[in-house]
């Protein structure tokens, strides 16, 4: 989201910054945050924000992501700019940007500490992982799976384990889903051969994720034999990015509609059942 937001602060008429400069008055920014480290330039292409970024690092982000190839009006329009033949976005310390004024009033922080309070009240202990997740869904979902089990291993309580953070999908099937279901799908085998049973939930707090109507998906130690017996591999539906056909055969999408709020994902892994839960 950096690079491609780099990308549109010089192409917009507003974003990075270009909207603050464009305003005679004071300016006021109040942000609700879904990107990696609350960057206020970043959020929503900060169009109240001074951008550091130049012509030359949005040259770059496209030549990272093939943008001659898919984008060449695009390109030859950043061209214009390393050029000097179009005005670049305002920079730090620029007089246009001077009085604006922006804080960051939502983040993932938040949704954490509200998992947090929810899975405490019904009698779990609770472990937070700090660092955010991010890069490729599936292989950032093995990472965070290693660590949460981790610090499941050694408790014999009722253990429930919260993250936060965006994964990316490089698409290369032709199936449907998302960041958080293919994210949850590339866990599903490593879930099915542990000896204690766990639940692995990954959801967006937006509640859509991908072209979908689903927020995310759960995999839970049933979830490999279920869709053997309906004649589905994870590996298979994974390869072909079609996480969502996968997870709505076994009913174990998570819908819950849209929240019209986003401060990004949630991860959750639960091991146990309290006795004593307030399901409520």
């Known amino acids: 989201i950096h690079a491609l937001n780099t990308v549109r602060k010089h192409l917009s008429a507003i974003k990075g910054g270009r909207l603050a400069a464009a305003c005679p008055g004071r300016v006021i920014t109040l942000a609700v945050s879904d990107v990696r480290g ?133 698409v290369t099937g032709g199936g449907r889903g998302g960041r958080n279901q293919e994210f949850t799908l590339a866990l599903a085998d490593a879930v099915a051969d542990l000896s204690r049973g766990v639940v692995v939930a990954s959801v967006g707090t937006d509640g859509i994720d991908g072209p979908t109507d689903a927020a995310g998906a759960l995999v839970d130690r049933s979830t490999t034999s279920r869709a053997q017996h309906l004649g589905m591999t994870p590996p298979e539906f994974l390869a072909d990015n079609n996480s969502y056909a996968f997870f709505d055969r076994l009913g174990d999408l998570i819908r819950f509609g849209r929240t019209d709020t986003n401060v990004g994902d949630i991860q959750l892994l639960l091991a146990g059942e309290p006795q004593a839960a307030n399901h409520s």
């Open 38 to 170: 609350d960057d206020l330039s970043v959020i929503g292409s900060g169009p109240a924000v001074a951008d550091a970024s130049t012509w030359h690092d949005a040259s770059s982000a496209l030549d990272r992501y093939g943008g001659s190839v898919h984008l060449p009006a695009v390109c030859n329009y950043i061209a214009r700019g390393m050029r000097g033949e179009l005005p670049d976005s305002p920079k730090p310390g620029s007089d246009s940007v001077a009085r604006s004024k922006a804080r960051v009033i939502a983040s993932r922080l938040d949704a954490v500490r509200g998992a947090r309070s929810a899975a405490e009240s019904l009698g779990y202990r609770v472990f937070v992982l700090d660092d955010e997740v991010a890069g490729e869904a599936r292989d950032a979902a093995r990472g965070w799976f290693a660590a949460a089990i981790r610090l499941v291993a050694p408790s014999s309580v009722p253990v429930c384990v919260v993250s936060a953070g965006e994964t990316t999908v490089r």
